[in-house]
């Protein structure tokens, strides 16, 4: 698999209609039991609500599907909010849209429109990421060669996911498996060998769908 679409940090968006409000949560969520778990928080925040409807895919096949009307009449609410985040093409994601009920009725077809909206909105607003299968590697060049570094990794559109300062400055970036003996051979010869290349384990990382390398 050469990476999925998922959200990377919460978002929160609110809307009213018709008197009513309708507040969306989404969050990036790994397994079921961390879907839950947002969903239970979300709940305990808005406790007074008159319904949380949500939807998740919580895998990174969309096998592991989820979703619930809350009290709402059946299939208005969780199953288009779901429609959405598979509209999206988007896996371990998880959305909660609040209800606070405003006196008015919407009916069967103005629900579908309020939560599959409610939901659309939240995830037009988060920071979507594609995970992809990377290797992380520490990069370690002398304090002289630091501003030389930060300016390869840029110009490539390889954002370092942190830096360390000691008798050496490091660099650790996510780098995709498939790109990752072109990096370490082209950053070995920009820097004539002067650079000390370690390779560390294989993971799903986040990058940016801005550059498609970074992790920023």
Known sequence: MSGYLSVFTPCVTEKV??????????????????????????????????????AFVADKTGNLLRFSDDGEPQGTAGMPILEVLKSKKLFETAVVVTRYFGGIKLGAGGLVRAYSGAAADVLAKADIRKFCLCTKYTLSVGYDQTDFLKKFLDRGGFAADSFDYADSVSASVFIEDDKAEKFVLEITDAFCGR?????????????????????Q
């Open 17 to 54: 209609i018709e008197r009513s409000r309708f507040i969306a949560h989404c969050a990036h969520t790994e397994n079921e039991e961390q879907a839950r778990a947002f969903i239970a928080s979300i709940r305990e925040e808005h406790s007074l609500a008159t319904h949380n409807c949500f």
């Open 195 to 215: 650079i000390k290349i370690g390779k560390g384990e294989s993971m799903y990382a986040p990058l940016s769908l801005k550059d498609g390398n970074s992790t």
